[in-house]
Structure formats: C-alpha cells, structure tokens
C-alpha cells in the first residue's frame, strides 16, 4: 500500500503565501517524478510544478516565479511554496508521486486526495 497524505491549504487573501506538504508513505522503493496538479471548478486538471528525483523542476507559465516546488527524498515529501497568490490560483491542489514499489517493479502514479487552496481579492 501507498499513501499520500497533503496538508496546508486554506484560505488566504490575494498577496498572501500558503505551503503545501505533499508525504509519501507505504512500500516504496524508490520516487521519480513528484508533482502538483490543480483543478478549479469546470476546469481541466493541470500541472502546476514538478521535480525530478535530482532536483531539476519545471512549472505552468502562470505560476513561475511565484511558486517554488521542491521535495525531500529521506522524507518522502515534495512541497510547493506559493507567494504572491492571486484569485485565479483558486483550486484544488493534487500531489502526484511516480514510484516504484519495489526493485523489480515499473514505476506508477499516486494521487493524494486533495487540498483546497482559496485566495480571496
């Protein structure tokens, strides 16, 4: 069994900064790619940041700049710090962690449940 647990959104006024906490627990061998997806209400899930098992990261034109995803592997966690929040950012915030749970095994994709993150003008 894997888990993932999120913690960390909220409710925050537009300018403000939330961190999300994304932890992966369970059988696992090894993490490759982690990331965070959101999805606003009538809107498509998409990616907003992602990092590689050695550092590199990526993220949504809209977000860049204003956001800084990183993970701690003895951890198991990736995290996203969010300043400068603006209304648009409102959503529901998903982790997505690829690993393999054993040596031998291929790699798969978790999903946590979710964390809503609401910034208010």
């Known amino acids: 069994q894997v888990q993932l647990v999120e913690s960390g959104g909220g409710l925050v006024q537009a300018g403000g900064s939330l961190r999300l906490s994304c932890a992966a627990s369970g059988s696992i061998f090894s993490i490759n790619h982690m990331g965070w997806y959101r999805q606003a209400p009538g809107k498509q899930r998409e990616l907003v940041a992602g990092i590689t098992s050695d550092g590199s990261a990526n993220y949504a034109d809209s977000v860049k700049g204003r956001f800084t995803i990183s993970r701690d592997n003895a951890k198991n966690t990736v995290y996203l710090q969010m300043n400068s929040l603006k209304p648009e950012d409102t959503a529901v915030y998903y982790c997505?962690?690829?690993?393999?749970?054993?040596?031998?095994?291929?790699?798969?994709?978790?999903w946590g449940q979710g964390t809503q993150v609401t910034v208010s003008s």
């Open positions: 997505n962690v690829l690993l393999q749970r054993w040596r031998n095994s291929g790699p798969n994709a978790y």
